[in-house]
């Protein structure tokens, strides 16, 4: 049963459809930045005509929305393959491949962090048109937990992770800033991360680090979920 | 000496110029966003002419530049004045203080929020723009780390300075979405700060906690000073 909004992007041709607006829509965005771009222009730009565009993404903002969505279900694709491995090992592997799932788009997404971090903005990471793809990343990172071979017994779950949700936004942030190509800096700081969740283990034992986590979730969650 | 720049700016009623095209700066970006406030439309909330508001700030992001700087420069006497008390206690006060200064231009700073965290801007947070407001930043910092009753010494205090300049910036951006009056949920989380501050100082003496301090800081002093 297709579904109202967009019924032909069921279809594999719908699916091409979808997916060549969406890499118009960012090559617009990394060219001349997100609010210089209208839904026109980028019907333009994916040789389609406004009015099927318009049937696939009411707005800007619904295609945006529609890249997150994306590219959270790709990682979370990924990380149910994930081969186990330490915590430290995990969380880098599902990193890495996030990055490089953005890497193609740097520029976009570069021009999308304004209106991402503005709460303000119906594409805010933080606001409730994006709560499914919070969901969905979290999702990740418990499915992260669960696979590794020395997730620490001390400290909740939830509370570990509520750390690597967060952990992973300060990445990505720090990534849309890391102006050199591959971003160096970024993937020596997840190295860094890894060496650290890996020697952690028995910090999690010590209560100011397990109240310090339970605050952390709280804050997240109360903020976030 | 007055700088070529700004002459009027050194007198009292230069001081009270400048302040006034501020504040309307602030309150137009508060009313219909930081993109699409004019420098003439704030001259003429500010009731000066075009050509005096340009000869104080050149454009737009200049006064966002001089708002920083102003603020940063306000949170830096402040600093020197803090009562001696514990690294988290100090901690607290000097943030509970730039909040409080930021309070009464929330919105404005709301909408500012998104072309200061876009790369790209020229009022970016982390460009070159505001490399002097970043690096009074690190003075209080520096500052509150000297006044501490407790400050760790198995960490290099410079260590200790980045991690709390992070931590800052966490809580800045935790402001910026914390939509309830008084943002209650982010006061929270500084008295959590506050608490982990002052229990943390055996876990400053274990080798993973600074290894990872040494490495959180050779990032921040890459991608940011």
Same mark, same amino acid.
């Given at each position: 049963?297709?579904?109202?909004?967009?019924?032909?992007?069921?279809?594999?041709?719908?699916?091409?459809?979808?997916?060549?607006?969406?890499?118009?829509?960012?090559?617009? $965005?990394?060219?001349?930045?997100?609010?210089?771009?209208?839904?026109?222009?980028?019907?333009?730009?994916?040789?389609?005509?406004?009015?099927?565009?318009?049937?696939?993404?009411?707005?800007?903002?619904?295609?945006?929305?529609?890249?997150?969505?994306?590219?959270?279900?790709?990682?979370?694709?990924?990380?149910?393959?994930?081969?186990?491995?330490?915590?430290?090992?995990?969380?880098?592997?599902?990193?890495?491949?996030?990055?490089?799932?953005?890497?193609?788009?740097?520029?976009?997404?570069?021009?999308?962090?304004?209106?991402?971090?503005?709460?303000?903005?119906?594409?805010?990471?933080?606001?409730?048109?994006?709560?499914?793809?919070?969901?969905?990343?979290?999702?990740? $990172?418990?499915?992260?937990?669960?696979?590794?071979?020395?997730?620490?017994?001390?400290?909740?779950?939830?509370?570990?992770?509520?750390?690597?949700?967060?952990?992973?936004?300060?990445?990505?942030?720090?990534?849309?800033?890391?102006?050199?190509?591959?971003?160096?800096?970024?993937?020596?700081?997840?190295?860094?991360?890894?060496?650290?969740?890996?020697?952690?283990g028995p910090l999690f034992a010590l209560?100011?680090?397990?109240?310090?986590?339970?605050?952390?979730?709280?804050?997240?969650?109360?903020?976030?979920?």
């Amino acid at each position: 049963v297709a579904s109202s909004q967009a019924p032909t992007t069921r279809t594999p041709k719908g699916e091409h459809t979808r997916q060549t607006i969406q890499r118009a829509a960012l090559a617009l $965005f990394s060219k001349r930045g997100y609010r210089d771009t209208t839904l026109r222009d980028i019907a333009r730009r994916a040789r389609t005509s406004v009015g099927l565009t318009y049937r696939y993404f009411p707005s800007k903002e619904a295609i945006v929305l529609a890249v997150y969505e994306d590219l959270a279900q790709a990682v979370e694709a990924k990380a149910v393959e994930l081969p186990s491995g330490t915590l430290g090992a995990r969380f880098e592997a599902i990193l890495e491949m996030k990055l490089s799932m953005l890497a193609p788009h740097r520029e976009a997404f570069g021009a999308l962090v304004g209106p991402a971090l503005d709460p303000a903005s119906e594409v805010s990471v933080a606001g409730h048109k994006s709560t499914s793809v919070r969901a969905r990343m979290l999702r990740v $990172f418990e499915n992260v937990v669960e696979g590794a071979t020395d997730a620490p017994s001390t400290v909740p779950r939830d509370d570990l992770v509520a750390a690597l949700y967060v952990i992973h936004l300060v990445v990505l942030l720090a990534w849309t800033h890391d102006r050199h190509k591959g971003a160096p800096r970024v993937r020596e700081l997840l190295a860094d991360i890894h060496s650290a969740l890996d020697a952690s283990g028995p910090l999690f034992a010590l209560p100011p680090v397990r109240e310090g986590l339970k605050r952390i979730t709280a804050f997240v969650r109360a903020m976030l979920f």
